[in-house]
């Protein structure tokens, strides 16, 4: 029998170094709650803002859309507007593609 333990260690439990099972999951729960104030957070905060300025929108708002068009809104429909960009040049543009709302003068000082 010596020789076989020998060759073979003894199992012994060792339960003083196994973490609990909540104390397992702790580091993934707190980088989670990281992730969420830095990234998810933030993020929902500025969809919320941006779906309030698209419905907001109304007829004579000076704007510029994501690609960097500055025009005035003449007509505003369910999912698109009409935006003037110079005298008798209008397009038309989705609503959700309105970056910001410029103060007004913004036109005439550009």
Known sequence: M???E?????AYAQDAGQPSGLMSFL??????????FLLIRPQM?????????????ATGDEVVTNGG???RITDVGESFVTMELADNVT???QRQA???VMPKGTIKSA
């Open 91 to 93: 397009i038309k543009v």
């Open 27 to 36: 580091p993934l729960i707190i980088i989670f709650i990281i992730f969420y």
């Open 98 to 100: 309105i970056a910001s």
């Open 6 to 10: 020998f060759f073979i260690a003894s």
């Open 69 to 71: 068009l500055l025009g």
């Open 2 to 4: 010596e020789i076989l």
């Open 45 to 57: 905060k500025r969809a919320k803002e941006h779906r309030k300025l698209v419905a907001e929108l």
